[in-house]
């Protein structure tokens, strides 16, 4: 079973700001509060995070992922899951400088849970695995950028 979805705000700040904090992935349960640990297991020669061990709170339990990142500065960030708990997963975030330091952050993700928790996770679950991992992502950004 596979959740999917794509969602976006506009931030009130300039694009290299809102990058640093997205590309900033051993930081991120600051304004992810649903990550408990990410753990930066390699760097590349631009000092970016490259591959994190990630532990998520899915609410029926705790998944774990190393996803391999990739950059460009400062309009976008990719991810793909090297290894884990889930059979895959994929996502992005996409930047737009909007001019007047306000930024369009577009955030997509592609979870493939597998047969097994597939099984687990059904029904009204989806819908709130898909707002946790999706929906929610670009207003905690927006959040936590301007409240910075």
Not at 63 to 81: A, K, M, V
Not at 101 to 108: E, G, I, K, L, P
Request: glycine share 10%.
């Amino acid at each position: 079973m596979a959740i999917e979805g794509r969602a976006s705000a506009e931030i009130a700040a300039p694009i290299e700001e809102v990058f640093a904090v997205a590309a900033d992935v051993e930081r991120s349960p600051r304004w992810q509060p649903e990550i408990k640990v990410a753990e930066c297991l390699e760097r590349d020669g631009n000092d970016h995070q490259t591959l994190v061990r990630t532990e998520t709170d899915a609410r029926v339990r705790r998944l774990g992922s190393t996803l391999r990142f990739g950059y460009d500065d400062p309009t976008g960030i990719s991810w793909e899951q090297e290894s884990g708990d889930l059979k895959s997963v994929r996502g992005s975030w996409e930047f737009e400088d909007l001019g007047n330091d306000r930024t369009q952050a577009t955030y997509w993700m592609e979870v493939d849970l597998g047969r097994m928790l597939g099984m687990v996770i059904r029904g009204p679950l989806v819908g709130v695995l898909r707002g946790q991992l999706v929906e929610s992502m670009p207003g905690k950004l927006k959040e936590f950028v301007e409240g910075a």
